[in-house]
């Protein structure tokens, strides 16, 4: 019996397909993966990046738009993205703060 979510998606990540321009004007099709999260409130998280890091978790870092603005947020998961926390904001400002948060620049900024 397969798991799902409240909005009745299976859990996890599910196949996916990636096009990608082979510079001849045609497509090349790659495999991926693909994976809804749902914020109750605002108008949508636009994602930035996801990573894996050193403690096994994933990060996944993105913008969220609500009231004619956007924050940086973060979700995280503990079992390979079959589960993940709430969005949670990251106390930055803007798109470029928040895509350094995967490279660790935040992390580095927020220290010093």
Known sequence: MS????HGELLGF???RILRGDGAGGWQVESGQ???LHKSDGEY???FGIA???NSEIILVGSWRHDDRESPVAAFSQ????????FQPLGITGRKEA??????LWIW???A
């Open 3 to 6: 798991r799902t979510n409240p």
């Open 14 to 16: 599910r196949p996916n």
């Open 34 to 36: 693909l994976q809804v």
């Open 45 to 47: 998280v636009f994602p």
């Open 52 to 54: 894996q890091m050193d």
């Open 79 to 86: 079992d390979s993205g079959d589960t993940w926390t709430n």
């Open 99 to 104: 895509s350094g948060v995967l490279s660790g």
């Open 109 to 111: 900024e927020a220290a």
